[in-house]
């Protein structure tokens, strides 16, 4: 199998075809479509992590360059929902995104791939996330576009907020989908990275 200009050692019927998988070959063509410069996805594995903050943190922290968090779940009225993040080198762009001049053309970015494809790319200077009352949070949930997720990693909240020309938004938002906020029950998360 051919994925892009690279082989793929993944096969659709074995490597991301598994029923509990996240990271499926058709998400991970969604992916490309806007990492294609700034991730490998032929180099990425899986990462296996600790269900709680602490834990997602320090695994997100140990992959030296191009980690993806992709997070699904469900909404109250049972409607799947599969967000994720993304972040050039964690340990550097983490607490503080660095500008593009990076070598990569994303340092940091949020995003969504069901059931709506967008993308909300992080500003230079903001922290990429930060833990507040034991929850991770990547953005403000304010200002901009935010993931939050709780403490125990069971809830999750997407929020998205327009925003006016004096107010800072860590990962910007898409205007035309207005203010809205979407609660869901995690189902399930995985972190990727390149290897080398």
Known sequence: MIFFDQPCRFDANTGYAKPDAILTLSRMVQLETFLFNSISMAAINRFESRRSVAGLVETIESIPECALLVISGHTA??????FG????RPLVDGPCIQSGRSGFDETAL????????????????????????NDLVFGDKDHGAALALDGSLINARFTHRLCGP?????????????????????????????SF
């Open 85 to 88: 993040f993304f972040i050039a």
């Open 110 to 133: 949020l995003f969504q791939l069901s059931p709506t494809h967008d993308v909300f790319r992080g500003k230079s200077g903001a922290p990429a996330w930060c833990v507040n009352n």
């Open 166 to 194: 004096s107010e800072e938004a860590v990962y910007g938002p898409t205007v035309h989908r207005g203010d809205f906020e979407t609660l869901l029950s995690i189902d399930g998360f995985e972190v990727w990275g390149e």
């Open 77 to 82: 009225a049972n409607e799947i929902h599969v």
